[in-house]
């Protein structure tokens, strides 16, 4: 008798899905694998076969050991101090304890522990038979399978996904006697329906592959894999061309059957001018068939299908596989010739009519916010607004065509399709079919700059509005795809080059929702109570720091994927995300670098010295030694060669650094991760040091305003909402009047609250700088300043001319205003001196409204009627006025009244 046997343990079923199939017969290899381990009994795990058909799953273990090993018991007893008294004589518990052992008081051992002495008694137990334990190893596997919706069968109350027919459970020759859904083991199975009706008899586990092969059953998946692409491959040959063999097809294929063959068929010529997705949709996704391609990979009027038999009469089937494809495909070309008849713009008004989401509006409404967004993103990506408006106008049109509402999975390809039928721009329809890129896991990002830009919109806008709504993913349960969406996001900002300042559009996305559900959103996230409804839109640009910063986190926690997906640990991710930079493709930059350094020799030595001096230096500073203050480096204390060659070895390095870190390069070399950096966006920069534009044009440095504002060395600006908004902190000469300084000013500080504070605390110095220059007051403006231009505005105008507001103070700044609020609407100026006035002592004044108010006010003195006689003096009380005029000269009011003050 030998200590090893092979097990096989097959359950025989109706046909099962062929999606949930394979998850069946894994399961029960891994579940068998476990309780065989858990139970001590050895077996050749890595030899296990998971074999399964669409009417049977079943599992081959290899050298099952016949036995468990010996088990060795120890059992402790009382303590030898206290069973043994000082007559050497046992206790009444030491004589009860070795009774209960079934020994004499002589045979127990002693264990001397850290803890003392005591008695114990140790014994083998012999392991149980695999025999014995197996069958109920059996049934706790299938009852624990993954089932989506079981079913019962008969008058029987148990359920399975299919009526079960069958059971094997043999360990070597021997059937174990097992039971489940009433059917008992045996070692009786059936062959292919058609092919082998009769039953077939299992001698020994090593021979069912074999008997089932004999019977017209494939049991290998891999083996009828292969039978699959092998028949399929050479049906495409006879017919001229080459199959189109997606992977997924083939495993769907192959668990619905159990003999695959081969039929070679054709599609009628007349529905070849149907778009090719359509084709291959209808013959792929709906009748499990494989495309025939010519060899420039044309599609051909040829298709293979795949029965589960081997006929005598293959034109038969032929006949029946073409039958039903051509249906199909005549309702295609009649929806396709319908869908034509109309313009694609036309849809975009009855998007209205369907519902995206209860809280966030219909369609249309989504794609409003995807073009306010795609106005934003495109100058980033070198893209014109209104090329890119065009093209999110049209992102959605095609879900209202007849082709997709018949075929779904084609939303995208017909938008395409159509708009270039239609005479469209050709980016413009690209960006259509790329808006919806990456489609899934490891499909390319958008390759146009228009489909980039939309990928990137539609995504903002989905995880704003649903992180909005309060249906962010939760453990495994994502319905709207939001991972998917942000890794989208992720991808196309780095792949692409693009560098966009994540914060600050994500913030433009969450305005962009709705009203009512951002009211809540924020009040949620931030906890604050709205008692006023007029509060929301003042204070939104306050309260969207934590949901930018959620919204922030969930893409930065997808990225962490997609880098261990390229083989980054933890570690060098946690490094660079510490940092939190708001560019993705800077962080992309940074992670390389980061990475490159950990591959050099001296890494590990040099951030142990780190982490020393990092440590020194926090110790010095809770003694209360200033380091800072104790000067530059004491060169004449330095003695040892390496300490006198560090310290100018640092300067040079530090010089070097530098124009590396202003130009981004912060790793030469190749790619560790192998990703080419591909063309996209560029980041806009500007050199404040030598007075240097992004344009070429150059300005003379003020050394005043570098000194008391500290200039970076390295300002980069960004391309947002179709403006160009320079960097804050320019220099005061390059300021030829308070409207542009105020355009500066406003740049990337908008939507941060705090940087928002520093820059209108710098607008109020520097207006009080130019004011005194222009007094003659300053001594450190050598030359005389520039004159401000002034256009006077007409007294007259009966335009709507704008609204005034003033309040008690100014929350971001501090500075004190008048506490008068005028609403001016279809007036002249002269009239909305006569408005009445109403308080408004809990309304909230933007700190940009004050910056323009003071650089309007001063650059436009035919505006003095509509202010109060109180001037704006910095720190004493300001009268604030915005004209907001149709016909006034000031644009850039106009757009910070629409995208930042939201009144």
């Known amino acids: 008798m030998t200590n090893t046997a092979d097990l096989l343990v097959e359950l025989l079923c109706e046909e099962l899905p062929a999606k949930a199939v394979a998850d069946l017969a894994n399961g029960l290899r891994t579940g068998l694998s476990e309780r065989l381990s858990k139970a001590g009994i050895a077996h050749a795990t890595a030899n296990a076969k998971t074999l399964w058909t669409p009417r049977r799953i079943a599992v081959l273990i290899p050298d099952v050991a016949m036995a468990q090993p010996e088990q060795t018991l120890e059992r402790r007893g009382p303590a030898v101090a206290a069973a043994v008294g000082a007559d050497g004589a046992p206790s009444k518990a030491l004589i009860g304890f070795a009774q209960s052992c079934g020994v004499a008081v002589e045979a127990l051992e002693k264990l001397e522990t850290d803890k003392g002495a005591w008695f114990v008694h140790r014994s083998t137990k012999p392991g149980a038979l695999t025999a014995d334990v197996l069958p109920a190893m059996v049934v706790e596997t299938i009852q624990a399978l993954p089932l989506g919706k079981p079913m019962r069968w008969g008058s029987n109350e148990f359920a399975f996904l299919r009526p079960v027919h069958g059971l094997i459970v043999l360990l070597g020759e021997t059937v174990l006697p097992t039971q489940i859904y009433g059917i008992a083991s045996g070692r009786r199975t059936r062959g292919h329906r058609f092919h082998h009706a009769g039953e077939v008899v299992i001698a020994r586990p090593s021979e069912y592959i074999g008997a089932l092969l004999a019977a017209k059953v494939i049991v290998d998946p891999q083996a009828r894999r292969e039978r699959v692409r092998a028949e399929v491959s050479a049906a495409a040959i006879q017919q001229g061309g080459v199959a189109r063999l997606p992977e997924d097809l083939i495993d769907e294929v192959s668990n619905l059957t159990e003999y695959p063959c081969a039929i070679a068929c054709s599609i009628p010529t007349e529905f070849m001018r149907l778009p090719p997705a359509v084709i291959v949709t209808t013959i792929e996704t709906h009748q499990r068939f494989f495309p025939v391609l010519d060899p420039a990979g044309e599609l051909t009027p040829y298709f293979v299908g795949v029965a589960n038999i081997e006929s005598r009469d293959p034109n038969e089937i032929r006949k029946g596989y073409e039958r039903v494809v051509r249906p199909r495909l005549s309702d295609a070309a009649f929806f396709f010739d319908q869908d034509l008849k109309q313009p694609l713009a036309e849809n975009v008004e009855a998007l209205k009519t369907v519902t995206y989401q209860q809280k966030l509006g219909s369609v249309h409404d989504k794609t409003s916010r995807v073009i306010a967004l795609a106005r934003a993103v495109a100058p980033a990506v070198d893209v014109d607004p209104d090329l890119a408006e065009a093209a999110a106008f049209l992102s959605k049109a095609d879900l209202l065509t007849r082709v997709v509402g018949e075929f779904p999975e084609l939303q995208g390809h017909m938008g395409r399709t159509y708009a270039l039928a239609q005479g469209q721009p050709e980016a413009v329809a690209v960006a259509l079919d790329e808006v919806y890129a990456p489609r899934q896991s490891g499909a390319p990002i958008a390759a146009t700059p228009v489909g980039r830009v939309l990928a990137i919109a539609e995504r903002l806008d989905t995880l704003a509005g649903i992180f909005a709504v309060g249906l962010k993913p939760t453990g495994n349960k994502d319905p709207f795809a939001l991972r998917r969406a942000a890794l989208g996001l992720a991808r196309t900002l780095i792949?692409?080059?693009?560098?966009?300042?994540?914060?600050?559009?994500?913030?433009?996305?969450?305005?962009g929702v709705p009203p009512q559900s951002l009211k809540d959103y924020l009040a949620k996230i931030a906890n604050v109570v709205f008692y006023d409804a007029n509060m929301l839109g003042k204070l939104a640009d306050q309260l969207t720091a934590p949901a930018v910063n959620e919204l922030y986190e969930f893409i930065l926690e997808r990225t962490r994927a997609y880098y261990t997906d390229a083989g980054i640990t933890g570690d060098v991710f946690e490094a660079v995300a510490a940092r939190r930079p708001h560019d993705l493709v800077d962080f992309d930059r940074r992670l390389k670098a980061v990475l490159a350094f950990k591959q050099l020799t001296p890494c590990a030595s040099l951030a142990a010295a780190n982490k020393r001096i990092r440590n020194i230096l926090r110790k010095a500073a809770e003694g209360g030694i200033d380091v800072a203050a104790l000067g530059p480096v004491d060169t004449e204390r330095l003695h040892h060669d390496a300490e006198k060659g560090a310290v100018p070895g640092h300067r040079r390095s530090r010089t070097r650094r530098r124009p590396a870190l202003r130009r981004r390069s912060l790793c030469r070399g190749a790619d560790p991760i192998g990703r080419s950096a591909g063309t996209g966006g560029r980041l806009l920069r500007r050199r404040h040091g030598d007075g240097r534009r992004a344009?070429?044009?150059?300005?003379?440095?003020?050394?005043?305003?570098?000194?008391?504002?500290?200039?970076?060395?390295?300002?980069?600006?960004?391309?947002?909402?179709?403006?160009?908004?320079?960097?804050?902190?320019?220099?005061?000469?390059?300021?030829?009047?308070?409207?542009?300084?105020?355009?500066?000013?406003?740049?990337?500080?908008?939507?941060?609250?705090?940087?928002?504070?520093?820059?209108?605390?710098?607008?109020?110095?520097l207006l009080q700088f130019r004011r005194k220059s222009t007094?003659?007051?300053?001594?450190?403006?050598?030359?005389?300043?520039?004159?401000?231009?002034?256009?006077?505005?007409?007294?007259?105008?009966?335009?709507?001319?704008?609204?005034?507001?003033?309040?008690?103070?100014?929350?971001?700044?501090?500075?004190?205003?008048?506490?008068?609020?005028?609403?001016?609407?279809?007036?002249?100026?002269?009239?909305?001196?006569?408005?009445?006035?109403?308080?408004?002592?809990?309304?909230?004044?933007?700190?940009?409204?004050?910056?323009?108010?003071?650089?309007?006010?001063?650059?436009?003195?035919?505006?003095?009627?509509?202010?109060?006689?109180?001037?704006?003096?910095?720190?004493?009380?300001?009268?604030?006025?915005?004209?907001?005029?149709?016909?006034?000269?000031?644009?850039?009011?106009?757009?910070?009244?629409?995208?930042v003050c939201f009144w």
């Open 495 to 511: 792949e692409s080059g693009i560098r966009l300042d994540l914060p600050q559009i994500l913030e433009l996305a969450v305005l």
């Open 695 to 765: 344009g070429g044009a150059r300005q003379p440095p003020c050394p005043a305003a570098a000194a008391e504002h500290a200039v970076p060395a390295d300002s980069g600006y960004f391309v947002v909402g179709g403006v160009e908004h320079r960097a804050r902190a320019r220099s005061y000469n390059s300021c030829e009047s308070p409207r542009r300084m105020c355009r500066s000013v406003l740049a990337r500080d908008a939507f941060d609250l705090p940087r928002l504070r520093r820059t209108a605390s710098r607008a109020s110095a």
């Open 775 to 899: 007094q003659g007051q300053n001594p450190q403006v050598a030359s005389a300043p520039r004159p401000i231009a002034t256009t006077p505005v007409r007294e007259s105008s009966t335009r709507p001319i704008g609204i005034i507001i003033s309040t008690k103070a100014s929350i971001f700044t501090g500075v004190p205003v008048s506490s008068k609020t005028k609403l001016c609407g279809e007036m002249s100026i002269t009239r909305a001196r006569k408005t009445s006035a109403r308080r408004s002592a809990s309304a909230r004044f933007s700190p940009v409204a004050a910056i323009f108010t003071s650089a309007i006010s001063r650059s436009r003195p035919g505006l003095s009627t509509a202010r109060s006689t109180t001037r704006c003096t910095g720190t004493r009380r300001i009268s604030c006025a915005l004209i907001w005029s149709i016909t006034s000269t000031v644009p850039l009011v106009t757009m910070v009244i629409r995208e």
